[in-house]
């Protein structure tokens, strides 16, 4: 009989490069689910995430749908949140001090009513440090007159 031994205080290295940025680990928040970091400190360690991606960021703050926005179904839930967000100058004031702390590699989602609108986000938010990318929400199918008419337009 043949017994191995495994080394099991060596953890294997499961990090991973991302579009030019390394994550500790594959694990990565769903875009909009999490908002903006700060709030899952308080169930769990949010520097065990391999990166964490924001609520969609606009131009302007935007109250969103009205209530209802989320119904429970026999096989899961609908959301139609409609991009409720603070808006770009209170994300920078209040959102990245906090960014700021963390150490997991933090992804602004954008969106925007225009191309213009993303172009405007991304390049006020590019310079700072603590942002590690973006991801441009052009899909989102619950917003009147938003991104799905972008989205949809192969130009």
């Known amino acids: 009989m043949i017994v191995r031994i495994l080394n099991l205080s060596k953890r294997p290295d499961i990090s991973v490069d991302f579009a030019g940025v390394k994550l500790a680990n594959p694990v990565m928040t769903a875009s909009g689910t999490c908002g903006y970091a700060d709030e899952l400190s308080d169930f ?7 990166g964490f991606i924001t609520k969609s960021i606009t131009l302007e703050p935007r109250k969103g749908n009205p209530t209802p926005r989320i119904v429970e179904t026999n096989s899961g839930m609908l959301n139609a949140i409609g991009l409720a967000n603070l808006g770009l100058e209170r994300f ?5 001090p906090l960014i700021e702390q963390l150490t997991t590699p933090v992804f602004v989602n954008v969106a925007g009513k225009a191309i213009d609108d993303y172009v405007e986000v991304t390049e006020k938010l ?3 440090e603590s942002i590690a990318g973006f991801e441009l929400n052009i899909s989102c199918p619950n917003v009147k007159k938003g991104g799905i008419t972008i989205g949809t337009d192969p130009k």
């Open 44 to 50: 769990f360690d949010v520097s065990a995430l391999g």
């Open 92 to 96: 920078i004031t209040d959102k990245i």
């Open 126 to 128: 590019a310079p700072i």
